[in-house]
């Protein structure tokens, strides 16, 4: 199970062979504590962005309250073009040069997300990233950055070693979808336990799913992706455009036709 020191900002070849049996890793005290009350202020302060937080602003994602039922706002997706801070913690080589590691050859952001899951979220099925879009790059790798402390009660992400090796489980027809849990063996997950500042990396076909947050706190996530440079370059400019329109679509076929983009 790759979960180790991060004692340079490379990987150790012990580090890297693990990754690739794994397809995850995870590397304990990757920011500074000072570096992390900075981003939970950043956080902070984009929650009450309420310019922003709409039902119909597609750069918001939405949970249901796993006992009400209320539907409670839970992440940006993207959210580097509203903070310039995290755009820098996106550059940052803490993290890009465990990826040039891993890929050998550098990393370009493809994606980014914040995301909050407050009190109650429910939390996400059994899936893997990897979306089989025309440009969805086969080398996408997600970065987890905690802000909060991550465990069991609170929903922390768990991923299920060594599938990443099998590539696409479920069709590639360009749509979500979750894995039936018959296909994974569930005693072989390992929950992402995190303390803020500590980094978690996953294959984008590395299955993964996460459990309601049953706590009164909130479980707070940046979560950058990206792919190797050879597979498409930089895109990710291109692969909003497009996600852009396919959230678009697939509103529209629940009858919301009043969606934007801010």
């Not at 969805?136 to 599938?163: C, H, K, M, W």
Request: a negative charge; hydrophobic letters at 35%.
């Amino acid at each position: 199970m790759s979960i180790a020191e991060n004692r340079s900002h490379g990987l150790t070849a012990e580090q890297a062979r693990q990754y690739a049996a794994d397809g995850f890793m995870i590397l304990r005290g990757v920011f500074t504590p000072a570096e992390m009350a900075e981003l939970d202020r950043e956080a902070g302060a984009l929650w009450w962005r309420k310019d922003l937080i709409d039902k119909d602003n597609i750069r918001c994602r939405w949970q249901n309250h796993v006992e009400t039922g209320e539907c409670t706002f839970e992440c940006f997706d993207p959210v580097i073009d509203v903070s310039p801070l995290i755009a820098r913690m996106a550059d940052d080589p803490r993290i890009l040069e465990p990826l040039r590691d891993i890929y050998g050859e550098p990393a370009c952001l493809f994606k980014d997300k914040l995301i909050y899951k407050p009190p109650g979220a429910v939390g996400y099925g059994m899936h893997q990233d990897y979306i089989a879009w025309k440009t969805f790059p086969r080398t996408f790798v997600t970065v987890l950055v905690a802000i909060d402390a991550a465990d069991s009660q609170n929903g922390a992400t768990e991923v299920f070693p060594g599938y990443h090796k099998q590539g696409a489980i479920m069709p590639e027809d360009g749509m979500y979808h979750e894995i039936p849990l018959e296909k994974i063996d569930l005693s072989r997950g390992v929950e992402l336990h995190l303390q803020p500042g500590d980094v978690a990396i996953f294959d984008g076909f590395t299955p993964h799913r996460s459990a309601p947050n049953r706590t009164e706190s909130y479980r707070r996530q940046l979560y950058l992706s990206y792919n190797a440079e050879h597979d498409g370059g930089r895109q990710r400019d291109a692969h909003y455009a497009y996600f852009h329109e396919w959230l678009v679509a697939r509103y529209a076929e629940y009858g919301k036709t009043n969606t934007y983009f801010k």
